[in-house]
């Protein structure tokens, strides 16, 4: 059978090493520490009291504890009873301080049995988890060993009744599955905690601030794995020992010795669903971004944030999401970490929070907008975008919001970064897949969109009327015409405009200090006629003789002319024309002439 693999939050490490002890197990009503101690055969109320306080006559303090207990010396093997731990746990011991599932103990010699929280176990106890299960121990030091679903741990070193008073190191074997070793506190007044793996020692060691995060796996075709997350690790096995320091592992074959260690994989990025999403169904999609060189993936589910109660694991993923059949309704935690090629665990996760609100397993179908948020205009199916306008995804989703969208750019997987902003100019095509809470996957209507940050072309031809209408074959019931020159109006105008060639205007009206005009179309143009040679005096490429037309068009390469603007300012003896175009978003081209009177 495959062994699944527990992840430990390892970035966040204990809160604190002695508040979580004191949290969890029983209290009396002054507020002592206490414990759960199991008699084992020989043992009385006086010799269990030394071993924890130190001093057997402090056995009416333990038996104040147990009213069902009259005679210090009449208790039974396998009888559980309550201690105090005023003293600490002592060294060799550890203390259950949570559990998830099935987790079972043995108070050697006393036959294995349901394990409970705030149990304690002494040097050569043993405990086994369940599928889908988890314990967490807590040693004298403050370290804090959480054991992996389908594993089993013993507590080595040879069984005393006494107190231990030994400055040797508390071990940890593990014979089946893994063990994560984390704390935020040492104190280093206390024995240390090593553990042995097949014939390979591990011997964590914390870093200067007191932290220490280590995982020691058993692998089912044998050998040690040991990764070290914080802190660092002495790793010895065939006589031969290798320091592994933080963001390293190694895989030691069974006969040793251990190779040199290699970096650990990074982090997965979680995606979806979001931290504290509340969901109203009971069988959502999760998801992560890859990991470079990772092999596959393992996803924790759990009842709390440091997944000391393990509710369910998916090991060997390949992909980067999986969606779960059912999760019961409450408050969830799930965290996922890459595994390399040679079954290393990399760092995990930040672990989110997910409450899942309902029992109902269904199929909802969310739906996706794309909308622009800033200066944008339509051209035909495409939206225009102007220079700060982004694009966002809404999604309407009945599930309680974890659908999310694989978008495409232009036929590419990009990221939803990419699709918000910073693309290249011209014309693009945003697409992609909706993915629902419940993995229901749909593509949804490509939208094309055009990026304009470009200016307009403003052009113009100088000619007689057959030359411009031949030449631009200009559709229009008349073509253009000059202006007829009994109207009065035209007498001492140089220039006259137009915008169809029939109807002319004098460009500045007489009296008049400004004037200003505005064309909206999608081809907007303008004619000019002259009464003169060179009204616009020495301007470059712009040299008209008395009776010819000249023809201004504005064009944009990207999107459309949105409006072409004529202004006239009187200056001087003459007056200054200008022409601006601007596209659908704004984008603007001035040009200006100088028009001398004559």
Known sequence: MHQKHLLVSVLVLLASASGLATSLVAQPGDGSVTGWHVVRPGENLEIITNYYLGDPESWRENAALNPGINNPHLIFPGQRIRVLLSRGIP???????????????????????????????????????????????????GTQVTVSEDSLLFLRGSSTLARPLSRDPQTVEVLVGQA??????????????????????????????????????????????????????????????????AGMGVSVPDTGPPPAPEPLLSAPE???????????????????????????????????????????????????????????????????????????????????????????IERVEPQANVVAVGLHAALGPALVLATDTTLAVEIDDPSG?????????????????????GWDLGRHVLGGTLVSAQGERAEIESVPFIYDTAEPVIDWQVGTVDTLT????????????????????????????????????????????????????????FFFWTREDDPFGSAPSLSMREGELMRVEASDEHSAIGKLILRATRSGSGYEVSLEARDLVDNSATRTWGIENR
């Open 401 to 421: 919001g974890a659908a999310y969208l694989e978008p495409t750019l232009d036929g590419e997987a990009v990221s939803m970064e990419e699709v918000a902003s």
């Open 180 to 245: 994560d070793l984390a704390a935020s506190s040492i104190d280093r007044q206390q024995p240390p905690v090593e553990v042995w793996i097949g014939e390979t020692k591990a011997k964590p060691k914390p870093s200067p601030e007191g932290t220490l995060a280590t995982r020691a796996r058993r692998p089912d075709e044998g050998g040690a794995q040991v990764m070290v997350y914080a802190g660092e690790s002495s790793v010895e096995a065939a006589g031969t020992a290798v320091a592994v320091i």
């Open 91 to 141: 060294s060799g011991s550890a203390q259950v301080t949570d559990l998830g599932r099935q987790v079972d103990q043995q108070p050697t010699p006393i036959d294995w049995r349901t394990a409970q929280q705030a149990d304690l176990l002494r040097e050569r106890d043993g405990i086994r988890t369940g599928t889908d299960s988890s314990a967490e121990l807590r040693f004298a030091d």
């Open 270 to 360: 979680l995606a979806h669903p979001a931290d504290g999403l509340n969901l109203d169904l009971a069988n959502p999609l999760f998801s992560w971004e890859p990991v470079a060189g990772a092999a596959s993936y393992v996803i924790d589910i759990c009842g709390d944030p440091d997944c000391g109660q393990l509710i369910t694991r998916e090991t060997d993923l390949t992909g980067t999401s999986w969606q779960i059949a059912s999760l019961s309704m409450g408050d969830r935690y799930w965290r996922v970490a890459a595994v390399d090629a040679k079954g290393l665990d990399g760092f995990p996760s930040e672990t989110r929070s997910l409450g899942i609100r309902s029992d109902r």
């Open 470 to 525: 031949s030449l631009h074959g200009l559709d229009q019931d008349e073509k253009p015409k000059k202006p007829k020159r009994k109207i009065k109006t035209h007498r001492d105008v140089p220039v006259l405009w137009s915008v169809d060639g029939i109807i002319w205007l004098p460009v500045l009206p007489e009296n008049q200090n400004s004037a200003e005009w505005e064309i909206q179309c999608d081809e907007p143009q």
